[in-house]
């Protein structure tokens, strides 16, 4: 699934192909994409006719296009959602869910999504952040991200550390691939108790996460296969960076040993064990 930097990189890429475009017809060719608009399709492409796009904004993982009356088109990629921008009369990828035309008649703007997890909703969004998002905290990259405020909650909580980085409601945009790099950076173990962590511990592996992130955030995002592309269809690369995820048996680049998977929440976590040792409490 998309995490913070590959949603970063998918926002960018539409700036200059939306910003102060008037929407003149919108398509909805399959109506899962807009279940979470619970007026339903037709209402959806009613409320965006005549509409102008300003600025793409983010939080976290999701995306959303305001719109020059103060709602927005409030955006989650899922695990295969695509924003693509292809010339009028070009052939629909496979998967065109939703198809937004221009009044100036350029580009049109296609949500395309294989698996159907991801979807689109108009928001009352007021000029600001979505109320259907506004539960979600200020991510590492946001003026509103408070490092204190973040490492005394994480402080707070009595559970894993991991477990900790992925709740969306303490600090937004780590998923699973994220939280593995910033651990292995951090040598820190998932399963460490986060109220027996120090506060400068906990700023130290929140710092890991700004940093792996920002470098998966320059080079295009992490791409595993072809359901991320940015807006034009390129893929990301930040694959061939990763540390410690999907690395399992190879040598980690630290000091050699060879990464371990282990069972974590439905998922897998990789680790070196080694540099990234099971705290004794948990031994």
């Given at each position: 699934?998309?995490?913070?930097?590959?949603?970063?990189?998918?926002?960018?890429?539409?700036?200059?192909?939306?910003?102060?475009?008037?929407?003149?017809?919108?398509?909805?060719?399959?109506?899962?994409?807009?279940?979470?608009?619970?007026?339903?399709p037709i209402d959806f492409a009613d409320r965006l006719v005549g509409r102008t796009l300003l600025e793409p904004a983010r939080r976290g993982k999701y995306l959303w296009l305001p719109?020059?009356?103060?709602?927005?088109?409030?955006?989650?990629?899922?695990?295969?959602?695509?924003?693509?921008?292809?010339?009028?009369?070009?052939?629909?990828?496979?998967?065109?869910?939703?198809?937004?035309?221009?009044?100036?008649?350029?580009?049109?703007?296609?949500?395309?999504?294989?698996?159907?997890?991801?979807?689109?909703?108009?928001?009352?969004?007021?000029?600001?952040?979505?109320?259907?998002?506004?539960?979600?905290?200020?991510?590492?990259?946001?003026?509103?991200?408070?490092?204190?405020?973040?490492?005394?909650?994480?402080?707070?909580?009595?559970?894993?550390?991991?477990?900790?980085?992925?709740?969306?409601?303490?600090?937004?945009?780590?998923?699973?691939?994220?939280?593995?790099?910033?651990?292995?950076?951090?040598?820190?173990?998932?399963?460490?108790?986060t109220d027996a962590m120090s506060a400068p511990r906990v700023r130290e592996l929140l710092a890991a996460v700004r940093t792996v992130m920002g470098e998966a955030l320059e080079q295009?995002?992490?791409?595993?296969?072809?359901?991320?592309?940015?807006?034009?269809?390129?893929?990301g690369y930040f694959d061939r960076s990763l540390n410690a995820y999907g690395q399992e048996d190879l040598p980690c680049p630290r000091c050699g040993t060879p990464i371990r998977r282990?069972?974590?929440?439905?998922?897998?976590?990789?680790?070196?064990?080694?540099?990234?040792?099971?705290?004794?409490?948990?031994?």
């Amino acid at each position: 699934m998309p995490e913070l930097p590959e949603v970063e990189v998918v926002r960018r890429g539409l700036v200059p192909h939306v910003v102060g475009r008037e929407i003149s017809s919108v398509e909805v060719l399959h109506p899962r994409p807009v279940r979470r608009h619970l007026p339903g399709p037709i209402d959806f492409a009613d409320r965006l006719v005549g509409r102008t796009l300003l600025e793409p904004a983010r939080r976290g993982k999701y995306l959303w296009l305001p719109l020059d009356d103060g709602e927005a088109i409030l955006t989650h990629l899922g695990m295969s959602g695509q924003f693509r921008v292809d010339p009028p009369g070009t052939p629909d990828q496979a998967h065109v869910r939703v198809r937004l035309r221009f009044a100036d008649g350029g580009p049109e703007l296609r949500f395309c999504d294989q698996r159907m997890f991801g979807g689109m909703q108009v928001s009352d969004a007021d000029g600001g952040i979505p109320p259907e998002i506004a539960h979600i905290a200020p991510d590492p990259f946001e003026d509103a991200y408070d490092p204190d405020r973040v490492v005394a909650a994480i402080r707070r909580r009595r559970t894993g550390i991991k477990r900790a980085l992925l709740d969306q409601t303490l600090v937004s945009g780590i998923g699973n691939i994220y939280a593995d790099e910033s651990l292995w950076l951090a040598r820190v173990h998932y399963a460490q108790a986060t109220d027996a962590m120090s506060a400068p511990r906990v700023r130290e592996l929140l710092a890991a996460v700004r940093t792996v992130m920002g470098e998966a955030l320059e080079q295009g995002g992490t791409s595993f296969d072809s359901l991320y592309v940015h807006v034009n269809g390129e893929s990301g690369y930040f694959d061939r960076s990763l540390n410690a995820y999907g690395q399992e048996d190879l040598p980690c680049p630290r000091c050699g040993t060879p990464i371990r998977r282990e069972a974590f929440m439905n998922r897998s976590s990789y680790r070196c064990p080694r540099c990234q040792r099971l705290p004794r409490s948990r031994r």
